[in-house]
Every structure is written in structure tokens, then in C-alpha cells.
């Protein structure tokens, strides 16, 4: 069974960082890619980044590239996204998700986190 717990969100100025994680308390995180989505008031969920199941392979939204980096660590079963240079766009709740695909659409992923918040002020 995957469970995800996502952490790392909160506050941050115009310009700054912020990492978050996502953590499966199962056995199986390894098997799958993990993607990571967000959703801001009144819009739909949109792709973030994609990672496949060894972290040898990447994928990113448009909007995001060169200032996010997605990245695993299977021995702490753990998904990570550093996000540097945060616009005020980047304001959403972020989810992680955990799928046996890998790609930016959400019907690919069967597991999600509840969601971390991330407020960029200006």
C-alpha cells in the first residue's frame, strides 16, 4: 500500500525557495514514477514535474523548467522538488503522486499526498 505524505510548504518571498518532500511509508516507492501536481484557486490541477521509477529521467512543465528540480532517494522513499526563483504564479497546493506510468497527465498516477501548501508573496 502507498501512502504519501507530502511536507516542506509555507511561505516564501518573491525569488526564494523552497524544497518540499514526499514521503511513502510502504515498501513498494521504488516500483513507481512520482509526479508532482498543483492546483491553485479556481484553476484546474496542472502537471508539475515527472520522475521515473530510478530517477534516471525527468520531466517538466514549461512554466517550471530550469527553476524546479525533481528528484528521489529510493533508500528513504522519498520524492523531493527544489523550487528556486518562485514567482507568484507558483502560489498552489502541491500534491505529490505516485503511478506505475510516467508523464504529465494525472489519470497516470494512482496514489496522491494531501497536498502542502506554497504562498509566494510579492
Known amino acids: 500500500q502507498v501512502q504519501l505524505v507530502e511536507s516542506g510548504g509555507g511561505l516564501v518571498q518573491v525569488g526564494g525557495s523552497l524544497r518540499l518532500s514526499c514521503a511513502d511509508s510502504?515498501?513498494?516507492?521504488?516500483?513507481?514514477?512520482m509526479g508532482w501536481f498543483r492546483q491553485a484557486p479556481r484553476k484546474e490541477r496542472e502537471f508539475v514535474a515527472a520522475i521515473n521509477w530510478s530517477g534516471g529521467s525527468t520531466y517538466y512543465a514549461d512554466s517550471v523548467q530550469g527553476r524546479f528540480t525533481i528528484s528521489r532517494g529510493n533508500a528513504k522513499n522519498t520524492v523531493y522538488l527544489q523550487m528556486n526563483s518562485l514567482k507568484p504564479e507558483d502560489t498552489a497546493v502541491y500534491y505529490c503522486a505516485a503511478g506505475e506510468g510516467y508523464g504529465s497527465s494525472w489519470s497516470g498516477y494512482d496514489y496522491w499526498g494531501q497536498g502542502t501548501q506554497v504562498t509566494v508573496s510579492s
Open positions: 510502504g515498501r513498494t516507492f521504488s516500483m513507481y514514477a
